[in-house]
């Protein structure tokens, strides 16, 4: 496996997007990576490749559910002409609260959902290079070109789709359709080398489809801070937060510590959510596995452990309860460091 290549999520308001964008790609990153969570992920990216020249741009994650997937694949094809190929749609399915109650869309059998999601896009970028590909599925359907009919651009190289996955079906379904995985930063390298890796292969394996082929990017919790106490509290909170989850319980189960899971629900739970019971009931012996936090000096080298077991890694700063200014902070610290 070649070096993991390195990228970045970056945020906040749009007058300052086009600069962020423009020093990861004077430090050296990768790619850079925007998230659907204050503003829509598929402006952002235009911003970003307009305000780049050599780096890859990508969404992790566009909300897929509330979109019809033909409006992905178009905003996905026109992204690539624009930028140069260098566009990748990361798409996920979030969680049924959210895609019910905020974008008022459909949620149901969201791995075969996505499953179908991806060829029915594919369709629509085969109709665009003149190929009559219908898609009938049982939850989506593509069979009509666009109004000018089937297009000419045969020459056009297929736009890059990761989906994030947690689960062995969602897994399933990005490791048989698309072209990459978007991994939750709420991981471990154990968690990775036991859990997810060999899923990600058999998987792989069962479709036919080479390793090579396929891209692993992997997000990191990364609170980069001089005062390393402040460093350290961020990263325990987002830990925390995350691992009060039922579905990302197998990340603490890896490590032998299965019983936090609960421990950290039964604090969320009695306090409101409260940071500062969350950062107290994570011990320091344990937030280091989950997340990579302290001094700029103490954090350079720790990505080593991640780099042999995926293609990709994506650094962000936590952001359960922290205030944007500190956001920014942690961020300036990660391009510099």
Known sequence: MSPATLGVAVGGPYATLP??????EKRGFDAVWVSETDHE?????????????RVDVGTNITVAFPRSPTVSAMAAWDLCELSGDRFVLGLGSQVRRIVTDR???????????????????HTVWNMERGERAPFRGEIYRVVRPGLTG???AGHRALPRVYVAAVGPLMTTAAATYADGLL???FTSPRYLAHDVLPRVEQVLADSGRAREDFRLAQGVILAVSDDRDEAVRDAKVQVGFYGTTPNYSGVFAANGEAHLTEDLARVFADTGGDPDALAAAVPDDVVQRYAIAGTPDEVRGRLEAFEPLVDHLILGGPWYRVPPSRMA?????ILET
Request: glycine letters at 6%.
């Open 19 to 24: 600069d962020l964008g423009r020093q990861a």
């Open 103 to 121: 974008f008022a869309a459909p949620f149901d059998r969201p791995a075969a959902r996505m499953a179908e999601y991806v060829q029915a896009m």
């Open 150 to 152: 089937l297009g000419s």
């Open 183 to 185: 991994g939750h930063p």
């Open 41 to 53: 992920s598929l402006v952002q990216a235009t911003v970003l490749v307009q305000a780049t020249s």
């Open 329 to 333: 902070e942690n961020l300036a610290a």
